[in-house]
């Protein structure tokens, strides 16, 4: 029998059904030491500063807004592709999202378009270190000193990774980073603002001490959740559930992926639940995430490095792009192709769960039509694949997948099937 792989694959601390019984026991389970000792840990790897845990990775970035007191209607630029929560965060906190376009060889934000969106109402900008890999940093900063502006790093793909031999998430005046399911750090859930600044940092533990506790329920949830998305996504349970729809889809040339992201929706008024703070046990999660995240790192960086060396001689595919001066981490294995959809079809009919656009081109979306301005680079963007390369994989995995994605784009080039793909969207 075909065994199909998954495009996801989550990253689990050691223990952890133990941790969760563990703090459950004690009577830890909402509130307890462990997130003390986890602001105070997620530092160490950065070299310093403060942490603070939130509800969500969003919502770390909405609390330093709130800190930083920009004016109200001040800009705030972001790339062209990013994810459309942080935007719609910014302007649920009064301010006016302005979008710059991004290099799309490295998914990042273009200098030179930063550079020309900036206005005299511009008071910040959030450079997304994208797919595991850093923006570059020194001219954005340049850019930033030049006109005074606020920068707070979005690091929700990136924990650990480096530019010129400093930490992501260092370089600004605050960064945020994600702890949902999915992301590097996985503590299913909750996220951390971080700043060297004491000042700052004091008043955004202020406002999320102000906040209530999440109940048993919605973190029991959340657990649940994630449990499910681990069995589901695991090969033998995957070719037995989801793959089936992939592969069927495939024949239709349907796209079943709608469905699994959040829908893009105005946030204002902001819901319940991300007016809460983290959870005990997801702090404990994520601290023993800790101690297995350079163990995870290496091995996405191994499985890059194979797949780079088997997809160099594939005709049409063109492998991640990684400047020297910066670290890949390969959240996300994005290469190019010329035939992108024709060509993740045929892997899904292969076994190999391949996807598409995993953020946003955010001045394309309805959401955000009164702030639109042409982004060239993030609609190029828009023809990668997302290729699988998570922790979770073997080298054996690896091989196959590599393998069978350079099969398929020899097939079709000797068809003269590798045609341009449109860069409409994703």
């Known amino acids: 029998m075909l065994t199909a792989l998954s ?11 133990r941790i969760i019984d563990g703090c459950r026991r004690r009577g830890e389970y909402i509130r307890g030491p462990a997130l003390g000792e986890f602001e105070a840990r997620f530092p160490e790897r950065l070299g310093g500063g403060y942490a603070v845990s939130t509800s969500y990775g969003r919502m770390a970035f909405y609390h330093l807004l709130r800190a930083m007191n920009l004016p109200p209607g001040s800009e705030i630029v972001f790339p062209a592709l990013t994810f459309w929560v942080m935007p719609e965060l ?24 930063l550079a020309r969106a900036i206005s005299p109402a511009t008071r910040a900008v959030v450079p997304t270190h994208l797919y595991g890999l850093p923006c570059a940093m020194d001219p954005i900063l340049a850019i930033a000193r030049r006109h005074r502006l606020k920068v707070i790093e979005d690091c929700a793909h990136v924990v650990g990774t480096k530019y010129r031999g400093q930490p992501t998430g260092t370089f600004g005046d605050a960064a945020i980073f994600s702890l949902h399911t999915l992301k590097p750090l996985n503590a299913y859930g909750g996220g951390v603002a971080y700043t060297r600044d004491a000042a700052l940092a004091d008043i955004v533990r202020a406002q999320i001490a102000a906040l209530p506790w999440p109940d048993v329920k919605r973190i029991d949830n959340r657990l649940l959740i994630g449990r499910l998305q681990r069995f589901f996504t695991a090969p033998l349970v995957f070719t037995l559930t989801g793959f089936p729809i992939l592969w ?7 796209n ?17 639940s991300y007016l809460e703070r983290m959870a005990n046990v997801q702090a404990a999660l994520a601290l023993a995430g800790l101690e297995s995240l350079d163990e995870w790192t290496r091995a996405t960086v191994s499985h890059a490095a194979r797949l780079d060396a088997i997809l160099a001689s594939a005709p049409g595919i063109e492998t991640p792009h990684r400047p020297a001066e910066r670290e890949h981490h390969y959240y996300q294995y994005c290469a190019y192709t010329p035939a992108r959809d024709d060509i993740v079809r045929r892997a899904v009919r292969r076994g190999i769960d391949l ?9 394309g979306l309805p959401l955000f039509a009164e702030f639109a301005t042409p982004a060239p680079g993030a609609e190029r963007a828009t023809a990668a694949i997302q290729v699988p390369v998570h922790a979770s994989l073997s080298d054996a995995q690896v091989d196959r997948i590599g393998r069978t994605l350079k099969r398929v784009a020899m097939a079709m080039a000797k068809r003269g099937a590798l045609v341009p793909q449109s860069s409409s969207g994703g």
Do not use: N
């Not at 069927?248 to 040339?253: A, G, I």
């Open 256 to 272: 079943p992926d709608v469905y699994l992201w959040e829908p893009i929706r105005r946030l204002d008024p902001l819901p319940d």
């Open 7 to 17: 495009r996801y694959g989550i990253r689990v601390a050691p223990d952890t059904a």
């Open 90 to 113: 910014a302007r649920t906190a009064g301010l006016r999202p302005v979008f710059a376009d991004v290099d799309p060889a490295t998914f990042t934000m273009d200098p030179e378009a």
């Open 248 to 254: 069927v889809s495939s024949l239709f040339k349907a």
């Open 355 to 363: 996807e598409t656009l995993h953020v946003d081109v955010c001045p």
